[in-house]
Structure formats: C-alpha cells, structure tokens
C-alpha cells in the first residue's frame, strides 16, 4: 500500500507542476504575442481586478504624484474626465523607485498601465527599447507643437527623432538658502566655491546644531538628481559626444577631483544626518532651520506654508555657484507623461490631450512651485501668477528659478554624453555616482582613484 | 504511535493528503524549481523571453568580490543578533520561569515587539534614535553625547542588530521558556540541597538541559536571521557604504533596482545552498537526538 | 527554595527594564504621534504630553485610504490564515498518524521550505502571476502568505498531534466511527490550543508581511497596512506626524488583541510544539 501511495504523491507533484509550468508558458507566449501584435486581444484593463465590463474602457494611470494635494487633484481629475466622457479613470499612486518596476511587470497584463505620470525616470530610454512607451508626438501637435514648452532641454529625451514623454514640470535642483542668516551674518550671495564655502562655513556652528547645509548623500534618487550637481558646477562630464567615459580623462578627471573635494569641504558644514539624507531629511533640516542651504524641488516652499510658515520670506532660490564664479549651474529634472502601449493607447491619448487643455492649471495649482510649469504661456498667465504659493514666493523662488532655467549651467545624469540611450539609465539605477560620493566622503578614500575605479566600472556596465 | 496505511485509510489519507500538498507544491516547490531556472538565464524583465546563459551567472557571482563581503555582512548580521537573542532569551525566560508579581502581565507585554510589523519597527527605532528629535538622542544628551548618528558608517550594523533584537527575541524567549518548564524542579532541589549555588545550579543544569534547544535556536534562527530581507532593507536600504548590505538585500536591488533577474536569483539560489548545509546539520543533529525514530 | 531579599529586588529591577524596552517604544510612538503638528518638533522630547492632538491622525485618514489599507490586511491575513491552518491541520494530522514511504522526507522538506529565502520564493511567483495575470490581486498575495504558513503549521501541527494517545482514536474507531468521525469529534477538540497557536502565527505573519506585499501590490485600493504605510514613508515628503499616526493606529488595536490571545499563543508555544 506504502507503494501506491508513494506513486500517487510523486503523480500528483509531477502532475501540479507540469500543469503549472505548462499554463505559465502558454501565457508567456501568448503575451510576446500581444505585445508584437499591438495587444490586440488582450483584455481591457480593470482596475482593482475584480473583473469589470470588458466592453468599458478604464485607464489605469500610474501616479508619482504622492505628496497630499497633488493626488487628490489628480483624482478628481479622473473623475470630472469620468463624468464629461464615461470613460473611467482610475489613479494608482506609487513611489517614483517603484514604478518602473510596476509598469514594467504588469506591461501586457490584464493589470497593464495605460499612462504614467512619473518624475524623470532616466529609464524611459528602457521603456522604449522594450516597446512599453509610445510615441507622443501626435498629441503634442494638437496641443500646439512643440514651441508650448518652456525650453528645449524639457522634450528630452527626444529618441529616434520622436518625443516619448510629455512634460508638465521642470523640476531643476533648486538651492535654497537662508537670507536671514546671510544678513546676519552680514554676507552677500555666494557667487563662487570660495565663497560659497565661506559662507557654508559662517553658518556653522555646531554647538547650537546649527550647520552650512545638507545635501543628501544616501544611495538614492536624491543622491543622483541633487548631488551631482557639484560636477556641473565644474563642467564634469562623465560621457563624450560619441558616449565613450570620460570621466576620467585629463582635465575632466582633474576637475572631479576638485568638485570631489569641494564637496569634501561641504560635508565639514553638514550634521551627520547628510550620511543617510533622502528627500524628507533635507526638509526636516531646513525647516527646522538646522541648515542653512540645501536642495530641493519647489516643493520645498510649496510645503512650508504648512510646515514652516515662520520660513516665510527668509529664504530664496539660487543655483550652485559654479567653481570660478561664472554663474551658477543645477541638474536637470521635470515630471512627465508617457503613454503606455496597449489596447488603449488612443483612448489615452485623448485623456492627456484633455488633460493638458482642460486640466492643466487644476494640477499644477496643487503645488504650484513644484509643478513650475513647462508650457511657457502658463507660467506667463495670470491664473498661474494669481495662485496664493505662487504670488507668495514670486520673488524668492519663481522669479530666480526661472532666471535658472535660462541662465545656469544645466546637467544631470540623463543628459550625459550625446542623445539619451540606455547607457544614461545604466549609471542612474545603478547610483554608481552617489557610491563614489559615499566612498570619497564616508569611506574617506582618494578621489583620484575612486574616479578611475568609477570610470572603469561605468565601462563595464555598459559594454 | 504511527502505522502503516491500510488498504481502507487511503482515502482518508488522500482527502487529508491531496489538497494541502497540491497548495504546497504550487507556493512553495513550484516556485523554488523556477528559481533554480531563473539562475539559468539572463533576463531585465518578468515578460518576454530569457536568454540562457547557463551557470555563467554563478561563475560571475563567484568572481564578484562584492558578494564575498555582503556574504560576510549577512553572516555578521546573522550572527550577531542570534548570539545577542540567545544570551538575552534566555535571560528573560529564566526571569519569566520565575514567580513573581505581575508575571503574566509581563509575559504578555515582552512578546508584544515580536507581533510589530517590520515597517512599524523600523518607523519607531527610526523616530527614537534620530539625531535631533529622537528620545534616545536625548538620554544620551545626560551623558554629554550630542549628534550621536546611529546611522553612521561605522554603526549602522550594530543598530540594525540591536533592533533585530528587539524585535526577534520574545520568539526565542517563549522557546526557552518552553525548556525551562520541562527541567524538573526536584534537580535543582536536590542540587540546592547538596550546596549548590545559583550560578551553579544554573551552569550544571539549565545550561546542559537546554542546550538541544540552544543548538536548535542557533541553527534556526541564524537561518531565519541570514534570509531576512524587510527590517534591513526598510532601516538602512543597505547603506551608508553599503555597510548592510546583506545577501537579500542584494538580490533585491540587482533582481528589482538593476533588473539583473538571473543574477539576483543565483544569489539567493547560493543564499539557500549554503543554508542548507546548516539545515542539513540540524536535521542530522535532530534525528540524532530522536534516536533515529521520531516519537 | 529560599529567596534573599537581593535576589528578589534583582528580579523586580530586571522585571521592569524588560518591560520598558518591551512597552516603552510603543508608548512612545503613540505619544508622539499625539502632539500635533504645533508641539511635534518642539516637545519631541516631552516624556509626558502636555498637548493631545488628533491632526495627524485626520491628515493620514484624509490623504491616504488607510481604512482600505486595514481592510484589505484584515481580508488577507483571516484568509491565509483559515486556509493554512485547515489545511496544515490536515497534512499534519496525516503525518503524524501514518507512516508511508517519503512520509519522514515530507517532515523535513516541510522544515526547510519555512526556512528558504524568501526572495528564492517571491521573485519566481511573481514572475509566475505576471504570466497568469493575477498579479496585483489580493488573492496572490494570500497565497504569497500561504507558502510561508503552511510548512510551519505542518510543522507544528504534526508535534502537537502527536501529543495525542492514538488509543483515544482506537477506542473510538472501535466503537464503530469513521476515520474522518473519529478525527473531527475526537483529536481536533483536543489539539484546539495547538490550532489557536498555529492561527496566531499564520495572522501575525500575514499581518505582518512587507516583503511580499510590496512586490505583489501595486494599487491603492489593494494595499495593505504596511504597504500603506511604507508609501507615506518613501513619498520624500516630511511626514513624521503621519508615519507615527499610522503607525499607532497598527500598534494600538494590535496591543488590545493581543492582550487576549497571547496567553493561548504563549502556551501553545510553549507546550510540547517546540519540543518535537
């Protein structure tokens, strides 16, 4: 009996596995084929995946949008689109790190997402390699082309001649410095690293937990978006025109030493919090007037009239001055809209398209710095002027910003080398950059060989 | 008692037998076979099609010197806090084998850590030991430490033990205390009577009786402590220096971050390989203590 | 034995620093997350609040769905843990009565799949509920949670079973009743503390779980409580308020039920289980 049994529980396993392995495979090309066959039969989309009308179409919209105010307005966004049109919108937000992931993995699905609303991703050159993003182009014709946008630099990345993403922001790293501090202190503007540095270091005083600056230096976003921004101040390139690494070749090399150790010199004004700052660290420094600079988004003024109102007028936007004093510069950034390839492209279409006429100026007033826009008439209206955080901070956080936007050197990761291509993306999801600050800063090892070790690990991600 | 299964128990036996082992196979075997296949090919995404590369992703893992070090950050981490959960579960279990007043209420409350969601964990040790607001912070504030980083390069493992500890050890409390109420109180009557002391009675017989229960411990709990992946990654994401980087949190970042799929899971596929000596071991060392039969 | 007056002040001393490293966290989180957004940074210190503010706890239930967040941890975790234990009951029960060929090996492989890596398991399931579509369901998720409940109830199921004299079911069986008669009326009611643990485990785990849900769950209307709350925490806003509101309102009713059951879970961990 001990026999039969036994043989009946390895056919049962056999049996379950096989089962199992044959259904996921079958699936497995059956999606391959939608995906080359323009996901001609896969299933509309349903939202919470309890089923749903398949006749009906939803657009599932995956929303980096998580600070309060922004996602309630994109909300009701969806559901005024609802109500003019019967198409149902459903917002899923999410944190920006996982977003590729979950428009990745659910990518001709059942659960597919049909538009992103995402930061700069620096994966978007991913998503088209693989066909997940489409094209835009015929969109922002309708919107009126591309001379809306505010500048050039904001339809990046352009690939293959067609634009994949619609911008709705311009997120440049934006310095914010105490102005109040500065008077005291009886200090103008910093206009170069020396004085800058002077500066930084006129604020310090550690007794009192008071500190220059903070700049986040754990591996993350905040690292690769703000940080990197002493390399454009000194005219760094990690990437030449034909995407060769640079990075550590003659002047450019010696000049990353100098931004190295300039910002080696910084972190002598940062609190020991800037070992593991991320986004809310900067915040909570500056609000709490520990620091008297950092970086941030214009969210950072947007938010203090909730969270520091006291800060009101005691600050104002600037640039990272470059190293020699030939103005300032900054790192690229903006947010973006891609539409997803599926069953549903077109009726997606037709909700940004909408979006961008009707519902535009409804988003952007949930944060209004932060969402700077990127239509240039919008920033120019006076709907937009008239909005309270705008009018509040006109002269300490729009009118520089936007002098940056025209004037700075600016850079990021993202716009390395020539046109975007995965080799951008590998650097960024692989923070290679904000490891070499850890080990220059944390690790205390030399700048010179941590750049050669950096250079040469960049090549071998690439090859 | 066990028997053979007569010819009328098989569908008892089948009934009982077939659903669970369907459910097993498809969570757990399936999936674990999968992973060994994933460890085969190269692939950045869940859809479209892998390309096998054959063991060549172990060969690459084996060259990469940053998996030495995060093996051995798993193992410190590991290590350190069974060591730590050990010494203090048995502490608190020879506590709670105690009588004394409000003793049951205690029982309670030191498990309640153990029942704390990781992410609840790491919100309430990170809001405690944040430099400028945090109720440690303070404490150390009366004995002239300022801007303490508990975070820092050099501490951050020895924090994420130290909460790994606060959060793990009430499980490994209830097992000693478990072992403690099978030693029979007339040994240490009679060992009271024969002049021994507490440190004595202590050494010659809670030690020697729990140290199966020791021995299990270590071997499970290490095990379970190297595959932890949440309470690392949500306290220190691996950092600063990649100081915590341990072994899951490697293969999420190369498997989720980078979209390494193969690569990562021939990490975690090695991950289990080298556990699985460990449990081979225990399982020796169980059988052994069973006599071979178990009862 | 004869306890000194010492020894005894030593344990009461010893008793309290346990307690307040046990309690003392969570005390604190709750009061702090209590003082508004007026006294947060400026009495973040104050062992004792002078100011007791329900602001964070409005601002997280007007911004975030946390009371979908708790519904949907609570549908997962009752079912993962029903499923698990009826269904470990059953295999263990098996195993603990029977001997077959590969009956020991299933023991073992039970113990070794409640050790695996939990990556070794999520990223192929994951992969494999892309393929299927069910991705992004609560439903792979209770199944997610089943794989690491299962082989630990099994596990403990099968020691407690066989706490229990077969010559109970003998006698039974004797007087004419089924297998399955004698199984439900006479060895379930009697290993019920062993079942109780087994579900407390199987709810805790679920409850409990990151991991899984944060790679699985992608809608808001899916999340669970600490996928909720791990999206607030990564949102790169300033929400400390928020954080430690929501982590309150896990910590609290958690406290409250536990105080009931963890004498059952206690016991049951501490009865013959570990032992096996």
């Not at chain 1, 500048?151 to 993403?165: E, F, M, V, W």
């Not at chain 2, 992703?57 to 084996?62: G, K, M, S």
Request: overall charge neutral.
């Amino acid at each position: 009996m001990k026999k039969g049994l036994a043989i009946v529980l390895a056919m049962f396993l056999i049996l379950s596995i096989a089962a199992c392995s044959g259904k996921s495979n079958d699936e497995q090309s059956q999606n391959t084929q939608n995906n080359q066959a323009g996901n001609d039969t896969t299933p509309a989309p349903s939202g919470s995946g309890n089923g749903g009308d398949k006749k009906q179409v939803t657009l599932r919209i995956a929303s980096a949008e998580t600070a309060a105010d922004p996602k309630k307005a994109m909300e009701e966004i969806a559901q005024e689109y609802e109500q003019q049109t019967g198409v149902k919108v459903v917002v899923e937000t999410m944190n920006l790190d996982d977003m590729y992931l979950k428009v990745q993995s659910t990518f001709g699905t059942s659960a597919q997402y049909d538009v992103m609303f995402s930061g700069y991703l620096g994966l978007l050159t991913t998503l088209k390699e693989k066909g997940i993003v489409a094209p835009v182009d015929d969109v922002i014709e309708k919107l009126g082309g591309k001379d809306i946008f505010y500048s050039p630099t904001t339809l990046q990345p352009i690939l293959d001649g067609k634009s994949y993403r619609i911008p709705y922001d311009l997120n440049y790293a934006l310095g914010y410095i105490r102005t109040d501090w500065l008077q005291e202190k009886g200090l103008s503007m910093p206009t170069n690293w020396d004085e800058f540095l002077n500066v930084m270091k006129a604020f310090t005083d550690k007794k009192n937990n008071k500190y220059g600056l903070i700049l986040p230096l754990k591996i993350g976003g905040a690292n690769n978006w703000i940080t990197t921004s002493v390399f454009w101040a000194n005219d760094v390139e990690i990437f030449d025109d034909q995407m060769n690494v640079i990075l550590d070749q003659g002047d450019n090399k010696q000049r990353a030493i100098e931004s190295l150790n300039f910002l080696k010199e910084l972190n002598q004004y940062m609190p020991v919090e800037a070992e593991n700052a991320d986004f809310p660290e900067l915040l909570a420094a500056f609000y709490g007037g520990q620091v008297g600079f950092t970086f941030y988004s214009g969210r950072l003024a947007d938010a203090s009239v909730q969270s520091a109102p006291d800060l009101a007028g005691k600050f104002q936007v600037m640039g990272l001055p470059r190293k020699d004093g030939n103005g300032y510069a900054t790192t690229y950034g903006d947010d973006g809209v891609n539409i997803i390839n599926g069953p549903n492209v077109e009726e997606a279409k037709k909700f940004v398209e909408w979006f961008f006429k009707e519902k535009y100026l409804k988003l952007v007033a949930a944060a209004p710095n932060a969402f700077f826009p990127s239509i240039s008439s919008v920033y120019e209206s006076e709907e937009y002027k008239s909005l309270p955080t705008v009018k509040q901070f006109w002269n300490d956080v729009a009118v520089p910003q936007q002098k940056i936007i025209q004037e700075a050197k600016v850079n990021a990761i993202s716009l390395a080398g020539s046109e975007p291509t995965e080799k951008q993306s590998v650097v960024e999801s692989s923070f290679i950059i904000p490891k070499m600050f850890q080990r220059v800063l944390i690790g205390n090892e030399d700048p010179s060989k941590v750049i050669d070790a950096t250079a040469n690990e960049i090549r071998n991600m690439i090859k | 008692m066990q028997h053979k299964i007569k010819r009328r128990d098989v569908p008892f036996v089948l009934v009982n037998l077939v659903p669970g082992l369907i459910l097993f196979a498809v969570t757990v075997i399936f999936p674990a076979v999968m992973a060994l296949r994933y460890s085969l090919y190269e692939s950045d995404t869940f859809i479209g099609k892998p390309k096998f590369v054959g063991l060549h992703n172990f060969a690459e893992l084996f060259q990469d010197k940053h998996f030495w070090s995060d093996l051995s950050k798993t193992l410190i981490y590991a290590g350190g806090s069974v060591v730590f959960q050990v010494v203090l579960g048995i502490a608190i279990a020879l506590l709670l084998n105690q009588r004394f007043a409000g003793r049951s209420f205690l029982r309670g409350a030191t498990v309640l850590p153990y029942i704390v969601p990781s992410i609840v964990v790491t919100i309430t040790w990170q809001w405690m030991l944040n430099t400028n607001y945090g109720v440690i912070s303070k404490f150390l504030g009366y004995f002239g430490v300022y801007q303490f980083n508990f975070f820092s390069v050099d501490m951050s493992m020895i924090t994420v033990v130290l909460v790994s500890v606060w959060s793990f050890t009430p499980f490994v409390t209830l097992v000693f205390l478990a072992g403690l109420q099978t030693v029979p109180e007339d040994m240490y009557e009679s060992a009271a009577l024969d002049g021994a002391g507490k440190w004595t009675q202590f050494r010659t017989i809670t030690i020697p009786m729990l140290s199966p229960i020791i021995a299990n411990i270590v071997l499970l709990r290490g095990i379970w402590m190297f595959n932890k992946f949440d309470l690392v990654w949500l306290m220190t994401g691996g950092g600063p220096l990649e100081r915590t980087e341990t072994l899951p949190v490697t293969t999420y970042i190369y498997t989720f971050s980078q979209y390494k799929i193969g690569y990562g899971v021939s990490i975690a596929v090695v991950s289990f390989l080298i556990m699985l000596i460990f449990m081979l071991i225990y399982l020796r060392l169980m059988n052994r203590a069973n006599g071979g039969t178990r009862t | 034995m004869k306890r000194t007056l010492t020894s005894k002040i030593l344990t009461y001393v010893f008793a309290a620093v346990v307690m307040i490293c046990s309690v003392f966290p969570i005390y604190w989180v709750v009061v702090s997350s209590l003082r508004g957004a007026k006294y947060f940074f400026a009495d973040s210190q104050v062992l004792i609040p002078n100011h007791i503010s329900f602001e964070y706890y409005q601002n997280l239930l007007r911004f975030t769905n946390y009371l979908t967040y708790y519904k949907n941890s609570l549908i997962v975790a009752v079912i993962a843990t029903a499923v698990s234990t009826l269904v470990s009951s059953q295999i263990a029960y098996v195993t603990s009565r029977f001997v077959f060929f590969g009956s020991r090996w299933l023991m073992n492989v039970m113990l070794i799949a409640y050790m695996l890596p939990a990556m070794l398991i999520a990223i192929p399931l994951i992969g494999i509920y892309i393929k299927l579509g069910i991705d992004n369901t609560l439903f792979a998720l209770i199944i997610s949670h089943i794989s690491i409940t299962l082989p630990f109830g099994v596990w403990m199921l099968d020691s407690f079973y066989r706490t229990i004299p077969v010559e109970l079911e003998e006698s039974s069986m004797v007087e004419g009743a089924s297998r399955f008669q004698t199984m439900f009326k006479v060895v379930i009611p009697l290993i019920i503390p062993g079942l109780i643990t087994v579900e407390i485990f199987s709810f805790i785990v679920s409850w409990t779980d990151y991991t899984y849900g944060f790679m699985i769950i992608s809608s808001e209307n899916l999340k669970t409580v600490p996928v909720g709350l791990a999206t607030i925490r990564g949102a790169g806003d300033l929400r400390w308020g928020e954080l430690l509101a929501g982590a309150s309102l896990i910590l609290v009713p958690m406290t409250v039920v536990f105080s009931f059951v963890s004498k059952y879970f206690i016991g049951g961990l501490t009865s013959g289980a570990v032992k096996g």
